[in-house]
């Protein structure tokens, strides 16, 4: 099971800084975000992929999407 | 789901380009020296159309406004982006809109205008600059303390089309009382004569011109602001080659059209008083950082139905009357003769509501 971020309405920079704050608290080696917005779809997505994690899958509903993002 | 091309770094220097050329072409059509576009002026001017101030050389509903809006809105809904939400505090997104404006004005420009002083050569828009990314950085050591304003929630359509529909009636007014030349009021719109407000491109150009990079910068999620912050707080370069193709840009095409005119003084709608150019910026900035955006990505927000920004742009606008009211905006003579103390009292606000609104989210 891998940690959940929540970051439903919230906008920039929070998600990202939530990202970040899972990522750098020594995470399992898997994430989900969950955000409502494109733009902080697209700067969680940049974000990990700049500190080294990529992103294995992304679903996109009407009122979420989430984000599932592993180290390497 | 495609990838959204103007999300990429080539993505956001071509909307930075597009920009930047067209501020130039504006104010080679009419609008005021290094004044392309300047959200917060424009929205100066709209407040004094209106009435809401009476600095009469300072009137004008600005069409790039409502294209800034609009713009959005059409690529929101283009896109499925368009989500009406609000509650993110909605009170303290108006004060800091309020004291943007006052901080912009002091400056005499936002941070857009800021860049394009520069790239006319306005050498004073350096001293706003650095004020710019110091009021950030404060903003940013909040934000690194755990400020945050909130979540917001999802709200009825009819919510997120409350600015958009304010627009479109700003623009119907422009049609219904058109300037008349030579008089200084024309229904119950006020028109400038002289000054600044009496400069402006044709208003469908202006128009156009502003729904289309409201439409780009939608695309883009475009932020001088944020150019900064991310730079700051994450070391992201991303928003920053945006603003920075936007500052190259507008260079070489004010070069072209001969509108480059380097020094410190005798710059249109600009003083030398580096302290307080610096200053004023710096609570913009501080502003900007604590409300999540630019002066003009507020309007783009308020675009795809974020109704909290909504809110400070209505605040950056009642800003704008206090400012001319009171005497807080600067002039080419200098400062208002209340300046200095707003400046005080402004950041003492936004320090207070940096402190203050810490609350932790669950994750």
Known sequence: MSKIVDARGLSCPQPVLMTLDAIKSGSDGELEVIVDNMASRENVVRAAESHGWSVFEIKDNDDKTQIFIRKG | ?363
């Open chain 2, 1 to 363: 789901m495609a990838k959204n091309f103007f999300s990429t770094r080539v993505g956001i220097i071509f909307v930075g380009a597009v920009i930047g050329i067209l501020a130039a072409v504006l104010q080679k059509l009419g609008n005021p020296g290094n004044m392309g576009i300047c959200v917060a002026c424009f929205e100066r001017d709209i407040a004094g159309a209106i009435g809401l101030h009476r600095a009469d050389v300072v009137q004008y509903i600005r069409p790039e406004i409502i294209g800034f809006v609009l713009g959005s809105l059409v690529a929101a809904y283009s896109f499925k982006e368009f989500k009406p939400r609000c509650g993110s505090a909605p009170i303290v997104r108006f004060l800091l809109g309020v004291f943007a404006m006052i901080g912009a004005l002091v400056f005499l420009g936002c941070p857009w205008r800021a860049v394009l002083r520069l790239a006319g050569g306005d050498l004073n828009a350096v001293l706003g600059l650095l004020g710019l990314g110091f009021g950030v950085w404060i903003g940013v050591m909040f934000l690194k303390n755990g400020y945050n304003l909130g979540r917001s929630q999802a709200t009825h359509t009819g919510a997120g089309w409350m600015l958009p529909l304010l627009m479109l009636g700003l623009l119907s007014l422009m049609f219904i009382y058109p300037q008349v030349p030579g008089q200084d009021k024309s229904g119950v719109l006020f028109y400038s004569l002289n000054g600044p407000g009496a400069m402006h491109a044709p208003l469908l150009i202006s128009l156009v011109v502003g729904l289309g990079i409201g439409f780009l910068a939608q695309r883009s999620r475009f932020c001088t602001m944020g150019a900064f912050r991310d730079l700051i707080l994450f070391g992201q370069t991303h928003l920053l080659s945006g603003f920075l193709s936007l500052l190259i840009f507008a260079c070489v095409a004010n070069i072209v059209l001969g509108q480059f005119h380097p020094g410190f003084t005798g710059q249109p709608v600009a003083h030398d008083l580096h302290v307080w150019n610096f200053l004023g910026m710096a609570l913009a900035g501080l502003a900007f950082a604590l409300a999540g955006g630019c002066p003009g990505r507020q309007l783009f927000l308020a675009g795809e139905g974020d109704t909290d920004a909504s809110v400070f742009v209505l605040g950056m606008i009642a800003g704008a009357a206090f400012a001319h009211n009171f005497g807080l905006a600067s002039s080419p003579k200098g400062l208002g003769p209340h300046g200095i103390t707003a400046v005080i009292v402004g950041f003492a606000v936004c320090l207070f509501i940096g402190f203050a609104m810490k609350k932790k989210i669950a994750a």
